[in-house]
Structures are given as structure tokens and as C-alpha cells.
């Protein structure tokens, strides 16, 4: 049922095996480099924070978008920039919400002290990723909902959360997996969920890697 996927480990394994170490070596020393060659021309380094960040510019956008725009601002601009710089430069990038990404960047700068203090326990990544997507929570980011929280968690290493996003829904639409659901309310997103780490199970896969082979089977590029 997933032959496509399994083909694609002899293309693309190195690539995604790569990416994964990059995920893993952010969350352990708090800083990698990014290389998306020859997907997408760019190569530079992150810290924890810029990555959190990436994930507020991604949601509504693109993961290129994304790329460009973490590429652009630098880890030092995303600490240090002001609202209007912020906004400045991801609007000339062409995203369409620019001064609310901002804004939220702006509001993680106040969060990220407790980001951290989460991150720095035993919790698993689910756990964790209720605390930064509930409104009820201190930790809650703002622009965080289980979609957000789960990609940032993903790409500092976190491996039991799926990022259930408009391919991945998709893919699994296609399979016969879920009903053509309108919305993703939290029960979907967790039946959808559930749904992969059968997959994951099947191909013995973690979460963030069959996100990637999903995600290279949509568009042909291994992001994050």
C-alpha cells in the first residue's frame, strides 16, 4: 500500500538520513546547519529560537518561505530586530502576513525562557506539544497550535509527533485513510495521527522521517 514511499529510500535516504542528524544535533547543542542542497539553494545556521520562529513564519505559508526568510533574518535578527524591521523584511519577501509574524516573533522573544525550561525535562514530545499549543498553558506560543508545535518539536529532534499538514492530510485522503474532513479540528489531527504511526510502524519509520518521505513524495524536496 506504501511502495512509494519504500522506493524512495534508495533516492532520497541520504538526504533525509541528513536532514534527521540536523534536527537531532539542534536539540542536543542548541545550534546545526542547515543545508537543503540541491532541493533549494540554501545553506546556513540555526539556534533553537530561529527555529521556533521558522515554524510561526511556515504556518499559512510555505516551508521555502520559511527557509528564505530564517536565511535572511539570521539567527541575531530574530532576537534583535524591531517589530518594524521584522516586518519590513518578511513582507519584502512576499508573505502575506507580515506584520502579524512579526508580532508573534516579537511575543515568542518574552516565551522562549520557558520554551526552554520545558524542553530542559523529561517530558515526551506530545506531552510537550499540548503545553505550547493550549491557550491554558504558560508555555503556549502564540501562532502555536498541534500542526506548529509539532514541526518545531520535530526539527529539534523530537520524533513521536506528526506534523499533519495540508500534504500529509492529503496523502492520507488519498489512501483511504481519512474521510474528506473540511476542517482539521484536534480530534482529526490526532485520528490522522494515529493513522501515520500505523504507517510508521508498517515501514518502520519514526514520525519525523515518514514526514519527510510524505513531504518529498508531494513536491519532490526534502525541507523541513
Known amino acids: 500500500m506504501f511502495e512509494e514511499l ?6 532520497i535516504k541520504p538526504y533525509v538520513d541528513r536532514r534527521l542528524s540536523e534536527f537531532k544535533e539542534l536539540g542536543k547543542t542548541g545550534k546545526t546547519t542547515f543545508d537543503f542542497r540541491p532541493f533549494a539553494n540554501y545553506s546556513y545556521e540555526v539556534d533553537i529560537f530561529s527555529e521556533l520562529c521558522f515554524c510561526l ?21 530574530f532576537r534583535s530586530m524591531s ?18 509574524r512579526a508580532e508573534r516573533i516579537v511575543k515568542a522573544r518574552e ?9 530542559s ?7 510537550i506539544r499540548d ?11 502564540e501562532g502555536f497550535g498541534l500542526k506548529e508545535a509539532s514541526h518545531f518539536l520535530r526539527n ?13 492530510f492529503r496523502y492520507l485522503k488519498e489512501k483511504g485513510l481519512l474521510p474528506d474532513y473540511k476542517t482539521i479540528t484536534r480530534r482529526i489531527y490526532l485520528e490522522a495521527e494515529r ?3 500505523e504507517i510508521c510502524q508498517e515501514l518502520g519509520m519514526s514520525q519525523g522521517e515518514l514526514d519527510l518521505y510524505i513531504f518529498y513524495h508531494k513536491t519532490g524536496k526534502v525541507l523541513k
Open 83 to 100: 517589530l518594524e524591521e521584522l516586518e519590513k523584511t518578511i513582507s519584502s519577501a512576499g508573505h502575506r502576513f507580515a506584520r502579524q
Open 57 to 77: 513564519l511556515t504556518a499559512n505559508s510555505s516551508a521555502l518561505m520559511g527557509i528564505k526568510l530564517q536565511s535572511l533574518i539570521g539567527i541575531d535578527g
Open 121 to 127: 525535562g523529561s517530558k515526551e514530545g506530545k506531552a
Open 156 to 168: 529539534i529532534g523530537f520524533e513521536d509527533v506528526a506534523i499533519v499538514d495540508r500534504h500529509i
Open 111 to 119: 516565551k522562549f525562557e520557558r520554551v526552554m525550561e520545558l524542553l
Open 6 to 11: 519504500q522506493g524512495l529510500r534508495d533516492r
Open 131 to 141: 503545553l505550547l499549543s493550549d491557550t491554558c498553558s504558560k508555555y503556549k506560543v
Open 195 to 197: 493513522k501515520l504511526e
